[in-house]
Structures are given as structure tokens and as C-alpha cells.
């Protein structure tokens, strides 16, 4: 069976994730079953992923090959969960909700122009690897930003106490801001005019 | 090897009933129970076990502890088996919660519990929360929104820090914030001020004092010469006893003496300014010498017989002036007046005499005739009468006896008979006694009447015999007439010259007056002469010429003494002004002392005021520089953790499970430094453009969605310090799809990035599912699916079930 480009890109995408095309047709329970493309999960998980072309396909017939692999793969006791990615245009929603009773179904269309490899990636996002975010962007400790940024030579007698304040909220910190402010200025009886 | 959570043991715990043992040593524990059958009390054992804290639990009962028994037990027991936590207790962890409270604490340390509480588990309440969030965000900045994400980020000390010192970035607000320091600003100010005020009071203190010095001194120059040099306005040092010296006093005191003296004099001299002057004593004496010739020639011709006449005449009136005593003219008229007086009373007396002698002869005849007519009568009555003659006769001589009515035989009154008199009643006894009783009654009448006159005629005789002088005094009287008459004569012989006489003596004593009066001018004329004299010479005046008059002289000298004492005065007025002057110098002089003194004492004060005011200003200073680093902070880590890191994530996370939704959700980030943190959401088209706020653009389920992956993304965005994600049924509202995209979504969670994941959930085919998509997928893979009930006792049971990995023979991997 030809594959058509949007198929194709589908394979593309996910054989770069580490899903391995498997030959079509694939044999379940003794049954035989084609479809544009077939995909096999591994270590991080045992997906099974076919991918039909809704163009190529009937939607009845589209149906009754899913419901059937479902019914083979139940019937051998394989815990492979059953992906349906649908290439081309949308089948009726009677028949997408059918498949989705049985498998995981991703309608990707068929996505062209530039953002039509980002438009794949994000509906074939959850087969695909999760990108972490490097830890280290994230603040741990706002307050020793505040200090590595303030200069070597910065009045500690000011810095240590707002900073010491800051946990206790905004008004510990005008308190501590107000002590700094007034230490000085309090003369005491040597300050009071004669 | 990390973190992992092995099992925990619950007793009577909550909802749970008996004990229970869950297992929770795999990567992935999905537990399923129906509502009630204990799913949400084994979570939150878990939660309390780590942190002691139960924190929805407390956000919606501060008193919460007090409900975490089983109803009907005695206590509660959690023990809870983990493994490589860092900084845990000893392992498993107990806790037992009686009546008195939890026992045990927490396991993990504070960090580490608040970092399970926050980004590790899910509660069903947090997550409504989180809804409630998305659903009621508003741009405030005390949102709840707002308040969360501070929260998760630590921003809350940042901004405490930064409004905190938001005072000192602006002087007004440091003013708003600190009393003192705008206490201080006031009295640095003031300070200030009255140092310039006393500066120009000083200036102008100063000039004044110096002005004063020149004036007092002038007035001293006036006044005598300065005993010792003195430069410029600089006053002698004596000027106090220069100023106080009192000889002006003393001389203006001479000079009142000298005035009072010419004042004096010039009352004295008055008389020589009135008396004619033309008459020279020369004068003078030879016409007294003159009129005493005269009067002395009167006195010894003519006067000398008036003399001795009065000087006779003082043997009757003894008490005659002489003429020397008196003058001729009274001395002659009084002896006149007093001759004439003697002589008209003694002429008086001898006529009144005579005129007694006459009168006495008079009654003399009239006794004689009377007793004659009765001689008559008694001749007549007795040839009238003859028997009844005697009686006729006695009762005729009775009849005169009777006056009016009483009887002077029987002594009764006749009247009472009420009958007549008793004249009538005697008479007409008479009468019928007598025939010719008419006749015998006037006879008797007649008789009577002439013994009548004649006892009056006695008694006129006598009373003037008892006048009559006696004849001693008569001859006397005459002989003193005799007299009287011959003085009397003498004096008028003399009485032409007497005028003459008094006219000379008149004329003596004039001329005697005014020759006195002449010397007397002359002997004053030389006492005042030598009393000007004097004067001059005491006011070194020149003296006195002979021919200056003495009213010159004095006009001369008072005109002296009045411009000498106006002088003085006018000096001691000035000298009394300067001395006025000069204590008001001395004043001034204190005063300057106590400015310079009251300057010096407010610059120091000021000194130590400025350099404090200067520290507190270079603390505020450096507050702002942290002020401002910490605003700079916030923005960089806000723009950094939400834009590469949580915006980042969350956008993955929500596309897995909503491929579908054009819009995804994102936190909108402050454009500036200075704009404060206020979390807003909003959503991003997928194809780029902004969107509404999630609440208006997305889906029920998809806002549950955005929720969830949130809490995943923060989850996510930080440190991996505790791998764990517990999830109490967070799929509720979720649709097919959705729950198809978390079962993956999960499973990438845990395959992939390790995390040890504890989910419940209720729903039986959800449940199916997630176990399915949860399998083991490697070898050492395993998933424990725990079944939660009770048993017909109602004790809680669970049932776990543990999923290994098996080769998948269906569709074998080529």
C-alpha cells in the first residue's frame, strides 16, 4: 500500500520518537490487518500505533479494521494500548467516537504550509517525548538572586536586615527599612536643641 | 537509586475503618473504590505522613485535626515505608493521632514537606481550586491568582521586599514611613533657620553697637578730652566714670545758687528802682534841720503854754494827752472835747438843782392851801351839825376813810349787800342825820379831796427835797463851773496857734521820714553794689563799674548764669543720653556674646544633626539600590521561569491532552520592572496571536485540563527533589479523549522521567483503562492496581494487585 505524504510525515515524526514501523499488513490473532502504517512502542511505552488515511479508507471499513484489531489484540491478552492516528479529512464524529471507545484516536488532518510539521508534533504531541524544562531556570531562592546581583561593597548594615525582614512580609521589611532609616537619627539627649 | 514511596499502613484513619496495607513500591499504584470507600483518607495518610499537614484539609477547617480519627476509635495509626528520601526519619514513619494530638511529626523535613504539599500532590480540593483560580482571575493584585503563583514561585518575600522598601525610592514616602526622619528634616530645618536669623540679628547687632560706640563717643569728645588715645569707635576704658563724672551736677547746682542769688538781689534792688532819687540827703538834712527850728520855736513859744494848760487841766482829767505825746492839734482838741463835756454836765446839775428848789417851794404852797381848805371845811361841818351832830360829824369823818365798797368800821365788803356804795349808803345816813345831808356831803367831799391834795402836795415836797443837792455839792459844782469857764476861756485864747503847731510838728516828722528814707536807699544800694561785687568776682565776671546801674549789672550776670546753665544743662543732658547709650551698649555688647555663643552651640547641633541625616540618606540610598536590584530580580526571574520554563511546559503538557484547542493557556507576564506582579491568564492561539482569558475561551474540560496540567507543569519546572506525583481522582469531568491523552500523558511521567506516580480514581472503565495504559512496558516495569472496599463488617479492605511486565506475543516487535 502507497503511502501518501501526509502519512509519510506522520512516520516521520513519530519513528524519530523511537516508535518503529512495523510491515503492513500485521497479523493478530491469526488475523491479518492493513492499514497505511503501523508503529510499535518499546521500552518507554508499548503503544500500538496505526495510522490510517481517512482519503484512502472508507469510514465504515475504517471502523470495522480498528474494532477488529481491538477485538484481536483483547482476545491474545496484549496490554498494548491502540493508537489511531487519522490522516486526511475528519471522519464523522459518529465513527471517531466509535474508534475512541477502543483506542486513542489523533484526527491530525492534513496539516500543510510551514506550520504543518509544528501543527503534527502538537497533535502527535502525546506519543511523542516530554521535554523537561532545565531546572536551574526556575528560582529556588529569589532573595540570593537579590544578594549575588547587589555589589561586593553594598552596606550590609542596610542589606542583612530588609533581607531578614522580606520572609515576614512587606510591612516586617518598612519596619526594617523604618529602624535602618531612624537608627541614626536618633541623637538622643545630645540631639535635642538648646 | 531515588526517592520512592514502599508502602503505608493505615488504622482507623478518616474514612478507613480497621487497617489496611497499601502497597506502593512500583513506579505507577492506581488504586480504585467506589465514593467513600477510602481513596482520598489513603492519599492524605500519605500527606500527613510526609508533612504533618493535612493542607486542604486545613484551608477548609483550621481545626481539622480534631476530625482525622475514625469515628468510634480510640486512635489513629499511620506508618508509612519509604526508601532514599534525604533528611527523612527512620523509615517506616509513624505517626498515631489521639485525642491529644498527632504523635510523630513529620517525616520530611520543612522544604521537602512543602514541596510535597505543593508540586507533588493533587488533591481533589487543590485542583478545584486551581479552577476556581482560572475561573475568578482577575488583574488585581491581591488575586487569588495573583497569591498562587507568589506562592509557587517565592515570589512573596521578593515583593515584600520590594514594597517594603518602596518608601525609601521616593522622599515622601520616606517621610509617610518614618516620623523621625521628617522630624529630623523639620528640625535641621529650623536649625537653619535660626542660625540666619541669629546671623542677622548678630550683623545688624553689631552695626548697631558700633553706631552707638561712635555717638558715645562723640559725646564724649564734647565733653572733655579723651585722657588717652583711642583709635576708631573703640570707647576709653573709663568711659563708665568718664561719663559718670559729676562735676556738671555740681556746677549746674553753683550756677542755681548764683541764679537764686540775682534773684535775690534783684528783689532787694526793687526798692531802689522806686524811690525818686532826685532828692540828695543835702538836701534832705537841711530841711529837716529846718522843720525841727520850727517846731522846736512852736514848741517852746506857743506849745509851752497849751502844755502847761493841759498839763492843769490833768488835775480834773487826769488822763489828757500831752501834746509831746501826741500833736498840738489832738492834744488841744481832746482837753476841748473833754472841758466842754465837764463844764455842760456841772452847768447841768446846778440847773437841775434850782430847778428842785423851785418846785419844792411850789408844793410847799400847795400843803398850805390844802390844809387851809380843810381848816375851812371842818369850820362849815361843825356849825352844821347839832344832836345827831356828832354822829352826822363822825360818820362825815368816816366818809373819807370809805374807799369803795369795804366797810372801815366793820371790815365787811358793802357790796355784798348788793344795796349801793357804800359812800351812798354812809352819805344818805349822813344826809337823813342831817337835814342838809347835800350840803354835810360836800362838805365832806370837799374835805376829803383837800386833805387828799394836801397828803400829795406832802409827798411831791418831800420826794424833791430828797433831789436836792447837798450844798457841799453844789458849791463844788459851782466852784468846778468857775473853773471849767476860766480853762475854757484859756483855750480859746491859745486854740489859733494850735494849727500852726501841728503843721510844724507835721512838717518835722516828714522831713525826719525822708531823710531816713534817703539813707536807708543809700546803705541798700551798697549792699547789693558789694553782693554783685561778689558775684562777679565768683563768676570771674567783670566788676562792677560805678557807673553801671545796679538792674544792668544783674540783667548782665543772670544773662551770665542762665547761658551758663543752660550749657551745663544741655551738657548733662547729653552727658545723661551718653550714659543711657552706653548701658544699652553694654546690653548689646551681652547680647552679641550670647548670639555668638547661640551660633556656634546650633551650627554644632545642626553638624550632628546634617551627618545622621546624611547616614540615614545613605541608607535609604542603599535600600533603593536594593529596591531596585530586587525589582530587576523579579522581573528577570519572573520573565525566566514563566517564559523558558513554566509557559514552556504548560503548553506541551496542555496540548497533549487537548490537541484539539486552538487556544492554549499562559500566564501574561509584567512588561516593565516597575509593574508589580499580577498574575494574569490568558490564552495563545496555537498559530500565534493572543487570545481572551481562559475562562472565556476554553471548555469546561479543557479549563480542567489547563488546571491540571498547570499543577504538572509546576510540577515539572522546578528541581526534581521528591519524584513523586500522588493524584486524587483528578479525571473527573475529563471526556474520552482527554482521559485517552492523560493515560499517555502519565505514562510518559513515569516512563520516561521516573516519576513515582500514586493516582485513585472511581470510575470502573477509566480505571480499566488506566491500568491498561499503564502496564509494564519494560522488564522490572511493574504497576500495582490496588481495589479499595469494605467488607460486610464495613472494615475497610484493600486488594492490591500486582502488574508485571510480559512480552507482548500479539504483535511482536521486529
Redesign the interface.
Given at each position: 500500500m502507497t503511502q501518501s505524504q501526509p502519512v509519510t510525515r506522520v512516520i516521520r515524526i513519530l519513528s524519530a520518537a523511537g516508535y518503529?514501523l512495523?510491515?503492513s499488513p500485521?497479523t493478530?490473532?491469526s488475523v491479518p490487518f492493513e492499514f497505511a502504517a503501523l508503529l510499535?512502542?518499546?521500552?518507554?511505552?508499548?503503544?500500538?500505533i496505526i495510522v490510517v488515511d481517512t482519503l484512502v479508507d472508507r469510514e465504515e471499513r475504517i471502523r470495522q479494521k480498528v474494532e477488529g484489531l481491538s477485538r484481536?489484540?483483547d482476545l491474545?491478552?496484549?496490554?498494548?494500548?491502540l493508537?489511531v492516528v487519522l490522516v486526511g479529512p475528519a471522519p464523522r464524529p459518529a465513527i471517531v467516537e466509535a474508534l475512541?471507545?477502543v483506542?486513542?484516536?489523533?484526527?491530525v488532518g492534513t496539516p500543510t504550509g510551514p506550520?504543518a510539521d509544528?501543527?503534527l508534533e502538537?497533535?502527535?504531541?502525546?506519543?511523542l517525548?516530554?521535554?523537561?524544562?532545565?531546572?536551574?531556570?526556575?528560582?529556588?531562592?529569589?532573595?540570593n538572586?537579590?544578594r549575588s546581583?547587589?555589589s561586593a561593597d553594598?552596606?550590609e548594615?542596610?542589606?542583612a536586615p530588609?533581607?531578614a525582614?522580606?520572609?515576614?512580609?512587606?510591612?516586617?521589611?518598612?519596619g526594617?527599612?523604618?529602624a535602618?532609616?531612624?537608627?541614626?537619627?536618633?541623637?538622643g539627649s545630645?540631639?535635642l536643641?538648646? | 537509586m531515588s526517592p520512592s514511596l514502599n508502602s503505608i499502613s493505615i488504622s482507623n484513619f478518616r474514612s478507613i475503618s480497621g487497617t489496611i496495607t497499601v502497597p506502593l513500591n512500583a513506579p505507577v499504584v492506581l488504586m480504585h473504590g467506589l465514593n467513600g470507600a477510602g481513596k482520598t483518607s489513603v492519599l492524605s495518610a500519605i500527606e500527613l505522613a510526609l508533612t504533618g499537614e493535612i493542607v486542604a484539609m486545613r484551608r477548609a477547617d483550621a481545626n481539622y485535626r480534631a476530625h482525622l480519627i475514625h469515628r468510634g476509635a480510640a486512635d489513629s495509626r499511620i506508618s508509612l515505608d519509604v526508601a532514599d528520601v534525604a533528611g527523612s526519619s527512620t523509615s517506616p514513619h509513624s505517626n498515631v493521632i489521639g485525642s491529644n494530638g498527632i504523635v510523630g511529626g513529620a517525616l520530611l523535613s520543612g522544604e521537602g514537606a512543602r514541596f510535597f504539599s505543593e508540586r507533588c500532590y493533587l488533591a481533589q480540593a487543590a485542583l478545584g481550586r486551581l479552577l476556581e483560580i482560572y475561573q475568578t482571575a482577575s488583574p488585581r493584585e491581591d488575586s487569588a491568582l495573583t497569591h498562587f503563583v507568589k506562592e509557587l514561585l517565592g515570589l512573596d518575600a521578593l515583593d515584600a521586599l520590594i514594597d517594603g522598601l518602596h518608601p525609601a525610592g521616593d522622599i515622601r514616602n520616606t517621610r509617610r514611613l518614618s516620623p523621625r526622619y521628617v522630624e529630623t528634616e523639620a528640625r535641621i530645618g529650623e536649625l537653619a533657620e535660626r542660625i540666619e536669623t541669629n546671623q542677622k540679628k548678630l550683623a545688624t547687632t553689631l552695626n548697631d553697637a558700633m553706631q552707638r560706640r561712635v555717638a558715645i563717643r562723640a559725646v564724649l569728645t564734647t565733653l572733655s578730652p579723651l585722657p588717652e588715645p583711642v583709635l576708631g569707635a573703640d570707647l576709653p576704658t573709663d568711659v563708665e566714670v568718664l561719663l559718670r563724672n559729676e562735676d556738671d551736677d555740681r556746677r549746674l547746682i553753683t550756677f542755681n545758687g548764683y541764679r537764686r542769688d540775682l534773684a535775690s538781689l534783684r528783689q532787694r534792688a526793687v526798692p531802689l528802682a522806686t524811690t525818686p532819687e532826685a532828692a540828695s540827703e543835702a538836701a534832705a538834712v537841711a530841711e529837716d534841720q529846718a522843720a525841727r527850728a520850727a517846731a522846736d520855736s512852736w514848741r517852746t513859744n506857743t506849745g509851752r503854754p497849751i502844755e502847761t494848760l493841759i498839763a492843769d487841766l490833768r488835775a480834773i482829767f487826769p488822763d489828757l494827752p500831752s501834746v509831746a505825746s501826741t500833736d498840738p492839734t489832738t492834744a488841744f482838741r481832746t482837753a476841748t472835747t473833754r472841758m466842754e463835756g465837764e463844764l455842760g454836765r456841772c452847768s447841768r446839775s446846778v440847773a437841775a438843782d434850782d430847778a428842785v428848789i423851785a418846785q419844792i417851794d411850789k408844793f410847799s404852797q400847795d400843803v398850805e392851801q390844802s390844809r387851809a381848805r380843810v381848816a375851812l371845811a371842818d369850820e362849815q361841818l361843825a356849825s352844821i351839825t347839832g344832836e345827831a351832830e356828832g354822829l352826822s360829824r363822825a360818820l362825815a369823818a368816816i366818809i373819807p376813810h370809805i374807799h369803795e365798797d369795804d366797810c372801815p368800821v366793820c371790815g365787811r365788803n358793802y357790796g355784798e349787800t348788793a344795796q349801793g356804795s357804800l359812800v351812798h349808803r354812809v352819805s344818805g345816813q349822813v344826809a337823813r342825820l342831817t337835814e342838809q345831808a347835800g350840803r354835810l356831803q360836800g362838805l365832806g367831799q370837799t374835805r376829803a379831796s383837800a386833805v387828799a391834795e394836801q397828803a400829795k402836795a406832802e409827798r411831791d415836797r418831800d420826794a424833791a427835797v430828797g433831789r436836792r443837792l447837798s450844798q457841799e455839792a453844789r458849791t463844788a459844782l459851782k466852784a468846778r463851773i468857775s473853773d471849767l469857764t476860766e480853762a475854757n476861756r484859756r483855750l480859746t485864747a491859745v486854740a489859733a496857734s494850735v494849727g500852726a503847731g501841728a503843721a510844724a510838728i507835721s512838717r518835722e516828722a516828714e522831713a525826719q521820714r525822708r531823710l531816713s528814707e534817703i539813707r536807708n536807699r543809700d546803705r541798700l544800694a551798697t549792699e547789693v553794689r558789694a553782693a554783685l561785687g561778689e558775684l562777679c568776682r565768683a563768676l570771674e565776671q567783670q566788676s562792677l563799674g560805678t557807673s553801671e546801674a545796679i538792674p544792668a549789672a544783674i540783667q548782665r550776670l543772670e544773662t551770665y548764669v542762665a547761658a551758663q546753665e543752660a550749657a551745663h544743662s544741655e551738657r548733662l543732658k547729653r552727658r545723661r543720653a551718653a550714659l543711657g547709650q552706653y548701658q544699652l551698649l553694654r546690653e548689646q555688647e551681652a547680647e552679641i556674646q550670647q548670639l555668638r555663643r547661640n551660633i556656634l552651640s546650633d551650627e554644632a547641633l545642626k553638624k550632628r544633626w546634617d551627618d545622621a541625616f546624611a547616614t540615614a540618606e545613605r541608607h535609604r540610598q542603599t535600600a533603593k539600590t536594593v529596591a531596585r536590584v530586587a525589582a530587576n530580580a523579579r522581573t528577570v526571574i519572573v520573565g525566566r521561569v514563566f517564559n523558558s520554563a513554566l509557559n514552556k511546559i504548560w503548553r506541551d503538557l496542555f496540548v497533549r491532552l487537548a490537541p484539539t484547542e486552538p487556544f492554549v493557556p499562559a500566564f501574561r507576564l509584567p512588561q516593565t520592572a516597575t509593574e508589580a506582579v499580577i498574575a494574569q491568564l490568558e490564552t495563545v492561539h496555537r498559530e500565534g496571536g493572543v487570545g481572551g482569558a481562559p475562562g472565556a475561551m476554553l471548555s469546561a474540560g479543557n479549563l480542567n485540563t489547563a488546571a491540571l496540567t498547570l499543577f504538572l507543569a509546576l510540577h515539572l519546572s522546578v528541581r526534581r527533589q521528591l519524584p513523586w506525583l500522588v493524584l486524587d481522582d483528578p479525571v473527573q469531568s475529563m471526556d474520552e479523549v482527554h482521559i485517552a491523552q492523560f493515560a499517555a500523558l502519565l505514562r510518559t511521567l513515569a516512563k520516561e522521567h521516573r516519576r513515582q506516580i500514586v493516582i485513585a480514581v472511581h470510575e470502573r472503565p477509566l480505571f480499566d483503562y488506566l491500568a491498561l495504559e499503564l502496564s509494564p512496558a519494560f522488564s522490572g516495569d511493574q504497576l500495582i492496581t490496588v481495589e479499595l472496599s469494605r467488607s460486610s463488617a464495613g472494615a475497610s479492605v484493600a486488594e492490591p494487585t500486582y502488574h508485571n511486565w510480559e512480552p507482548d506475543r500479539a504483535v511482536a516487535v521486529a
Open positions: 518503529r512495523r510491515a500485521v493478530v490473532a510499535l512502542g518499546s521500552d518507554r511505552a508499548n503503544d500500538l484481536a489484540l491474545v491478552g496484549s496490554r498494548r494500548p493508537t475512541a471507545r483506542s486513542r484516536v489523533l484526527a506550520s509544528r501543527f502538537d497533535t502527535l504531541a502525546v506519543l517525548p516530554l521535554a523537561l524544562p532545565d531546572a536551574g531556570e526556575t528560582v529556588v531562592d529569589p532573595l538572586e537579590v546581583q547587589l553594598i552596606d548594615a542596610v542589606v530588609v533581607l525582614a522580606a520572609s515576614g512580609g512587606a510591612d516586617a521589611v518598612k526594617a527599612l523604618r535602618i532609616l531612624e537608627e541614626p537619627l536618633d541623637l545630645e540631639g536643641a538648646t | -
